[in-house]
């Protein structure tokens, strides 16, 4: 019966459509911007309270941060959606064993922060707060935590950040918003007010907001790693980064799926850094 709720949803909606497009937008937008989970375990508290914890402010939202203190170069975790900084625990281990200076943030409505909506623009700016606080000289993103990445560093350039690392990120918001339609089956009057709604907030269409684009303007380093199994976000999305991230080194794995978390992954992070 689960699997048949999103279609449920996605034929509300497009009744509600006819009666106005603009009210059916603003469901659609919501539904596919509130995480269902993503909020911290109990079994998860015991490893993020090893962390000095402090909380950040963007738009009024409170945003958790954890900081595990070391004498090398500050690097800042990201995670994606319906995660939370847990889903780093193996790398931060081996991070940490190396020397690290580690950052990781939760998500807005996600983990320890506040907030009920996420994007990967407001994201983008939460990171770009974090960044500055702590002196960030190396961003590891997965998922949308990387392509949120990619628009921070397009819209700031800071200079301090010399690397960036793209675990299984998506290449353009257009793809995982086709998806998205494709899943809830949406009709065109929906899919047209989608558009219309997002032009009309964020002043572009969603193609627009291409990350593989937007790393053309990125001088940071960059290393790109995709699975040419991940369900979630296509191969095809790397192969984008590779073809548009000039200074970037791309690697495809097999078998470790849209996560990417494997000794073989952190063992090219690691050497990334050490480069």
């Excluded at 065109?188 to 053309?216: M, Q």
Aim: aromatic fraction near 14%.
């Amino acid at each position: 019966m689960e699997k048949y709720i999103p279609k449920i949803i996605g034929s509300l909606i497009n009744f509600l459509s006819y009666f106005s497009s603009h009210f059916a937008a603003k469901l659609a937008i919501d539904l596919f911007s509130i995480p269902r989970k993503g909020k911290i375990k109990n079994e998860e508290v015991s490893f993020l309270n090893s962390a000095h914890q402090d909380t950040i402010r963007f738009d009024n939202i409170p945003i958790k941060t954890y900081h595990w203190q070391g004498d090398k170069e500050t690097i800042l975790l990201v995670h994606g959606w319906e995660s939370n900084t847990f889903r780093w625990k193996a790398l931060i281990q081996l991070l940490k064993t190396k020397n690290y200076n580690i950052v990781a943030l939760d998500a807005p409505a996600h983990g320890a922060s506040g907030g009920k909506f996420f994007n990967a623009l407001l994201y983008a700016e939460c990171i770009n707060n974090v960044a500055q606080k702590f002196d960030i000289q190396t961003i590891i993103g997965h998922s949308v935590g990387g392509m949120s990445a990619i628009f921070f560093q397009h819209k700031y350039q800071l200079k301090h950040i010399k690397k960036l690392i793209l675990l299984g990120a998506p290449a353009d918001f257009i793809g995982i918003f086709d998806r998205y339609e494709i899943i809830m089956g949406y009709n065109n009057r929906v899919s047209k007010a989608l558009k219309a709604y997002i032009l009309k907030h964020y002043n572009h269409l969603p193609e627009y907001f291409s990350p593989a684009n937007f790393s053309k303007e990125i001088t940071a380093k960059g290393l790109i790693i995709h699975d040419k199994k991940d369900r979630i976000i296509p191969y095809k999305d790397g192969l984008k980064f590779k073809q548009n991230y000039t200074n970037s080194t791309f690697i495809a794995t097999k078998g470790y799926g849209h996560g990417l978390k494997s000794e073989e992954v952190y063992q090219y992070i690691i050497e990334f850094l050490n480069d």
